[in-house]
Every structure is written in C-alpha cells, then in structure tokens.
C-alpha cells in the first residue's frame, strides 16, 4: 500500500522558524578539536564578544531533508523562490551536498536498533514495523538552546 506523497505531507515536521547560528570562543572550538584557522570570526551584535560562527548540524541536516522533499515537488516549490529555484547545475550540487551529508550523519551514527517484520494487511506481505523503542535526545531542548543563543548576521558579516 503505498502513501501518495504531496507537497504538504512531511512539511510540518521539517519547516518551522529558522534556527539562527550560534557563536563558540577559539578555546570551545580547541575543546572540540577544530581548527579555528580559517574559521569565520565575527563579532556578537548583541554583545560585542568576539567568536567564530558555527551552525548546530541536527537543523542542517533537518534543511537537507526539507530540500529533497522540495526538489521531489520542484513544481510546487521552485515558483515560490528558494533553493528549488536555482539554476539546474546549482540545485544539483546543493542537492549531491544534502545527500553526502546525510549518508556521512547515517554513516556515523550507525543506528543499530531492529525492527520486526508484520502483516499488517493480512495478504502474507510482510511489512517492516518502525515502532520500535529507541532512546532519542529532546529536539525541542536543542532547539530551544540553540534559540536562546543564536547569534544575528553583524552588518558586513559575509552570507554563508
């Protein structure tokens, strides 16, 4: 039984207010084990305090899975401007980026949890179950911090 996918389908859970970048200090990117060599140092506008601009993966790999949901309905979605809208040669590279980013995040955290297989429509066609336990961190806590503190563009700033 397959679900026909539309536009708005998986939209609400992949589009919400935009998360904003946060800021971390040369000695929290040596604790990470980064290089802050090269790194975009800006400087807080709300604060003053210098930093290096580092974006929290979870919402760049929510925006590559809200990207191919957006190229798979480019129809819909390119007239309305966007990421969708670039140039084919554009869109692809973007899209060739989202997909290597998201096969190194699965890759990397190599879920080991199982399903079972059912039958859910009694026809002998076994079906996988997804409902398995699973241990998760609290998105909307991640969220919430990163929120709280997000760090705006500084006049000059270069885009990313």
């Known amino acids: 039984m397959a679900v026909r996918s539309t536009p708005s389908l998986p939209a609400l859970l ?3 207010t935009p998360v904003p970048d946060t800021m971390v200090t040369r000695d929290e990117m040596l604790k990470m084990n980064m ?10 506008p709300s604060t003053g305090k210098r930093g290096y601009r580092v974006a929290i993966e979870v919402f760049h790999q929510l925006h590559c899975l809200n990207l191919l949901r957006q190229a798979n309905h ?21 899209l060739d980026h989202c997909i290597d980013a998201l096969r190194q995040f699965v890759m990397c955290q190599a879920d080991t949890n199982v ?6 429509f009694n026809d002998g066609d076994p079906w996988p179950d997804y409902s398995s336990p699973r241990m ?4 909307e806590k991640v969220r919430d911090w990163a929120v709280e503190h997000g760090v705006a563009q500084g006049i000059g ?3 990313h």
């Open 35 to 44: 290089d802050p060599t090269g790194a975009l140092e800006i400087t807080d």
């Open 115 to 120: 399903f079972p297989f059912r039958f859910p």
């Open 74 to 94: 480019k129809a819909h979605y390119a007239p309305q401007g966007g990421d969708t809208a670039a140039e084919p040669e554009d869109l692809h590279g973007h």
């Open 157 to 159: 700033e270069p885009d």
């Open 14 to 16: 992949l589009t919400s």
């Open 136 to 139: 998760c961190r609290n998105y």
